[in-house]
DNA sequence: GGTGAGTCTCGTGGGGCTAG
DNA sequence: CTAGCCCCACGAGACTCACC
């Protein structure tokens, strides 16, 4: 057992565990510090073996890639003896290892570091986001994470398996005591549209998953989860380019009732923040963007650059 | 011990040049 | 015209030193 690991250093593990795979620049946003003080952080860790670092190809551009961080088992050993009620998760539910496609997992942990920033910005708000991946996320029986969403088949319809989003958030206005839920569909272009076979993952039968949890009005569950009262959600799809958010917006409009139905490009969101009016509402691109957080409080916040 | 500034090193992509 | 090579710019990481 390590015994000289400070404060900032658990809050690293635990972040990285959380997050499973993090590049060193979303550790520097997370943590909010500079690029160098967070580097030199995650090498002592990586000399006492806690965590592993590799290099990314994430968001291709010049220069040196970026480093790729998560714990080792040395590491997911640190974090369950700190919290004894994930003794029994097995090493790689806190590991990079199982995670199947990096760079859309990236990119879902740039839009929770952008949604965390939300509330930095416009301190009346506060932010919580579950995350299917997370160790730290409650599991039900069979092991399936809280945020898995199961659709048992109505008689005279289609059979479906339910579905895991990337994703689900909760914003409060404290004041006001309103709150608004959101499931967050990140997409890399990995999935087809609107497949001729009905494939299961489509982004259509995405859609058509999502309309049936709304009418059955399932969504109501999270209700005991954050102690509040819903009146909906809306599904967020973050595009990683503007030729597949036009094909979403497509399809989507196609689809009504698709007005609870978001959309945004991965360059916006970096450019603009999550509370700009960045936002396309129900697939409509001739009207003008919306906010998430509506009207009045819509306001361009990008992430500031870290210090060196 | 922790942090910031300055500087160097390293890996990668882009663009220009040249031989075939 | 194109493949292959080389050089340069860029950006991230590492190192040193000074300061608190």
Same mark, same amino acid.
């Not at 590491?75 to 806190?94: C, D, I, Q, Y």
């Not at 949604?115 to 399936?144: C, M, N, R, T, Y």
């Not at 809280?146 to 990337?166: H, I």
């Not at 497949?195 to 009418?215: C, E, T």
């Given at each position: 057992? @390590? %015994?000289?690991?400070? =404060?900032?250093?658990?809050?690293?593990?635990?972040?990285?565990?959380?997050?499973?795979?993090?590049?060193?620049?979303?550790?520097? /946003? +997370?943590?909010?510090?500079?690029?160098?003080?967070?580097?030199?952080?995650?090498?002592?860790?990586?000399?006492?073996?806690?965590?592993?670092?590799? $290099?990314?190809?994430?968001?291709?551009?010049?220069?040196?890639?970026?480093?790729?961080?998560?714990?080792?088992?040395?590491?997911?050993?640190?974090?369950?003896?700190?919290?004894?009620?994930?003794?029994?998760? &097995?090493?790689?539910?806190?590991?990079?290892?199982?995670?199947?496609?990096?760079?859309?997992?990236?990119? $879902?942990?740039? #839009?929770?570091?952008?949604?965390?920033?939300?509330? @930095?910005?416009?301190?009346?708000?506060? !932010?919580? #986001?579950?995350?299917?991946? &997370?160790? #730290?996320?409650?599991? /039900?029986?069979?092991?399936?994470?809280?945020? &898995?969403?199961?659709?048992?088949?109505?008689?005279?319809?289609?059979? $479906?398996?339910?579905?895991?989003?990337?994703? !689900?958030?909760?914003?409060?206005?404290?004041?006001?005591?309103?709150?608004?839920?959101? #499931?967050?569909?990140?997409?890399?272009?990995?999935?087809?549209?609107?497949?001729?076979?009905?494939?299961?993952?489509? @982004?259509?039968?995405?859609?058509?998953?999502?309309?049936?949890?709304?009418? %059955?009005?399932?969504?109501?569950?999270?209700?005991?989860?954050?102690?509040?009262?819903?009146?909906?959600?809306?599904?967020?799809?973050?595009?990683?380019?503007?030729?597949?958010? /036009? &094909? +979403?917006?497509?399809?989507?409009?196609?689809?009504?009732?698709?007005?609870?139905?978001?959309?945004?490009?991965?360059?916006?969101?970096?450019?603009?923040?999550?509370?700009?009016?960045?936002? @396309?509402? /129900?697939?409509?691109? $001739?009207?003008?963007? =919306?906010? +998430?957080?509506?009207?009045?409080?819509?306001?361009?916040?990008?992430?500031? =650059?870290?210090?060196?």
């Amino acid at each position: 057992m @390590i %015994r000289n690991l400070r =404060e900032n250093d658990r809050e690293l593990l635990a972040s990285i565990a959380e997050h499973r795979i993090l590049t060193s620049k979303q550790v520097t /946003a +997370i943590h909010r510090r500079s690029n160098q003080v967070i580097r030199r952080h995650l090498r002592k860790l990586e000399q006492q073996g806690l965590v592993l670092s590799a $290099t990314t190809g994430f968001g291709r551009k010049r220069g040196r890639p970026e480093k790729l961080i998560s714990l080792t088992e040395k590491g997911a050993n640190m974090v369950r003896a700190e919290n004894p009620e994930l003794k029994s998760l &097995s090493t790689n539910h806190f590991t990079g290892e199982n995670i199947r496609c990096l760079d859309h997992h990236l990119l $879902t942990n740039w #839009f929770r570091i952008h949604l965390d920033h939300i509330q @930095i910005v416009i301190p009346q708000l506060s !932010v919580d #986001f579950l995350s299917p991946a &997370s160790p #730290f996320q409650e599991k /039900a029986l069979d092991g399936q994470p809280l945020v &898995s969403e199961r659709l048992p088949a109505e008689p005279g319809t289609e059979p $479906t398996n339910g579905f895991t989003p990337d994703g !689900v958030f909760q914003i409060t206005h404290k004041e006001k005591q309103k709150t608004i839920l959101f #499931f967050l569909e990140v997409d890399m272009g990995t999935e087809s549209v609107a497949s001729p076979k009905r494939d299961p993952r489509d @982004i259509r039968q995405k859609i058509l998953n999502y309309q049936l949890y709304f009418r %059955r009005g399932q969504y109501r569950r999270y209700e005991k989860t954050w102690n509040c009262t819903l009146k909906g959600f809306r599904l967020l799809f973050l595009a990683h380019t503007n030729g597949r958010l /036009a &094909s +979403i917006c497509r399809l989507v409009q196609d689809m009504p009732p698709s007005d609870f139905i978001w959309l945004t490009t991965a360059d916006l969101m970096f450019s603009e923040g999550l509370s700009a009016a960045i936002w @396309i509402r /129900a697939g409509k691109q $001739t009207a003008p963007p =919306e906010s +998430i957080l509506g009207p009045a409080m819509a306001c361009k916040a990008p992430m500031p =650059e870290p210090a060196e």
